[in-house]
Every structure is written in C-alpha cells, then in structure tokens.
C-alpha cells in the first residue's frame, strides 16, 4: 500500500506528514510506504497510492484521482492522523 | 533529536507584524542574520503561499515558512518568531497564528531527519502556547529541547 503525503514544497510541511503518518501507521499496526510530494508532481507521485493526505488547500489542485483523498487540519496531531487513517484504510 | 540548527540570534521574540507576510518576512531576516538564507529567501517562502494557500499553517496558531532548496539556501537552518498580536493567514481552521518557524533546508537528502526532530517537539500540543508565551531566545531554545 502507498500513501502520498502532498504540500507545495514536497519538503517541509509534507516531510511532517510523512514522518508522523510513519509513526501513526505503527501504533496501529499497518503497513505501507508513504512519500513526501510537492503538488506540481501529484499525478506521477499518486498514480499508484491508496491515500493521499493533505491540507485543505490543495484538495482543488489534486482533481480527480482514484486514492482516497484525506485532508488534515492539525499535522501535529496523531489523534486525528490516526483516526482518519483507520477510516480511510479499514 | 535533530533538529535544524537554531542559534539565539534565528530567534524573534514579540515582533510586530501587520500581516501574514509581514509575519513570514520576518522569520525570513532571522534566518538571513543568522547567516542561513539570503535576503531573497523570504520573497520566496511569501510566493509559496500566494501561490499554495496558507497550507504551511500546519497547527493550531503555528505557521511554518519554508521554500525549496535553492541559490537562496546558504545552510540547514530553523528560525522562531514569536508575535506580539497573532495575524490571520486565512487557515480555515488553525488561525489565528502566534508563532511562525522559518525553514532554510540546502538539500532534500537528510531533511527527514531534521523533520522528524520538529515533529517530537510539536507533536506535544502545549509546545506552540508555551512558545508564544516566551519572554526570552533562551527560554524559546530551551522549549525547542536544545542546549541553553
């Protein structure tokens, strides 16, 4: 399974989605490869993911895909990560 | 932990800022005088988000301004600005925002780790309060879990 995690910079915000999406996928005992992409590479860099995650912002620009498109509000909030990981996952 | 370097002149406490680019301009020039970005740096990470959105508002009240690496990167480096009255940056849930991060990152190989560092500190939820509360680059460090 492949999770996508999105931002404008694919650096930064999307490395921290990245690193705590990491640490929620093992507290709950799942597995799957998750990347850090910028927008402009969403197409390339989703084409095979299950998840996307990102913020609000950038649900328009990511258009039509077959992932699950997941938006988070706090990045630094394993709670919400986790429960909408396990909703879009379960 | 590792985070990015964050010297005591990369700290900004109470600034005064009229708007959101007002308030990411200025983590722009603790950056620059802490020798980690040009000046340019902090036109760039006010372009990401006229051009993103304010997505880099990732919590609650916490902006974190970041580019790519670039001409513009002369070092890994972090910034802290602490604001005097929290701005808008027109997140639809985490405004108003009181504490903005700078981010200068030189390369993307080895960033993750310096990410993972930021990460343990604001996975805490009391971290972004405690931050815009400082009084001093001191204290601010010592919240951050680097030396003082």
């Known amino acids: 399974m492949k999770i996508v995690a999105i931002c404008g910079a694919g650096i930064g915000s999307s490395a921290i989605l990245k690193v705590n999406t990491e640490r929620v996928l093992e507290r709950l005992g799942l597995e799957a490869t998750v990347e850090a992409a910028d927008v402009a590479s969403i197409k390339t860099a989703a084409a095979d993911a299950q998840v996307i995650l990102t913020s609000p912002e950038f649900v328009e620009a990511i258009g039509p895909t077959f992932a699950d498109v997941v938006v988070i509000l706090n990045y630094f909030d394993q709670q919400e990560l986790a429960e909408k990981l396990d909703a879009a996952l379960g | 932990m590792t985070l990015p370097p964050l010297p005591e002149r990369a700290i900004s406490i109470g600034v005064r800022a009229r708007d959101w680019r007002d308030a990411v301009r200025a983590s722009g020039e603790a950056l620059t005088r802490a020798g980690f970005a040009r000046a340019s740096y902090a036109d760039e990470m006010v372009r990401m988000i006229e051009e993103h959105g304010p997505y880099v508002v990732i919590a609650p009240g916490l902006a974190l301004a970041h580019a790519r690496p670039g001409p513009a990167v002369l070092a890994d480096g972090l910034a802290i600005v602490t604001l005097a009255a929290p701005v808008e940056f027109g997140h639809p849930h985490n405004d108003p925002v009181s504490v903005v991060l700078g981010l200068a990152i030189a390369s993307v190989e080895g960033h ?20 815009a509360a400082a009084t001093t680059a001191d204290e601010v460090r010592r919240l951050m879990g680097v030396g003082s």
């Open chain 2, 112 to 131: 993750l780790a310096q990410v993972a560092g930021l990460a343990n500190v604001f996975n805490d939820p009391s971290t972004v309060p405690a931050l």
